[in-house]
């Protein structure tokens, strides 16, 4: 070869230097999902846009964590007297517990740091909760939404609350700064899935007559 030509670049160097278009996807997905969740945490601190509401804004918080929902769940368990009843709360203390360990397990797999603005003054949190996705507020509001609606018997305005109570948990979580958009909407699918994989595993006295003899 002449001194003045230039070899070709590996393969490898051409495909970094060309990026592939789900590539330049997933990073502008990326790019505008901190933006947006960067412009909607309008709570994320006192001295924030919407910084007066902040303590709203945990109650909200407070009304989707897991500890009180297990604590209450066991609770109405051991006071219960009806059959039917224990059923739907042992199987809604079955879907918080398979829902809290998922969460952790995906958090740990994933790793995504909660947003630069975050300020870590949360209820309860354990060690995977440094972690941001995905949201355990939104999927367990989505989740205990369909639970509610599909084993108690409301009035459609107290239908609609439950759905406005899982809706407001999740936008919460970026006003509070807490998580990224994506965080919360892969949340909420992934509670409206694990509602339909718990049905499918529903717990009775046929399928698991141990369990039941405990109560």
Known sequence: KESGSSAPLPEEDCMKLNPSFLGIALSSLLAIDLWASKRLGVCAGEGSAWGSARPLMKVIEVSGHGIPWLLG???GLCQSDSSAAREVLLNLLFALVLDLVLVAVVKGLVRRQRPSHNKMDMFVTISVDKYSFPSG??????????????HLVLAIPLRVLVVLWALIVGVSRVMLGRHNVTDVL????LGYVLYSVVEYCWLSPLSAPALFALW
């Open 73 to 75: 769940t066991f609770y």
């Open 186 to 189: 892969f949340g909420l699918l």
């Open 137 to 150: 507020h939104a999927t367990r509001a989505a989740l205990v939404c369909r639970f509610v609606l599909h």
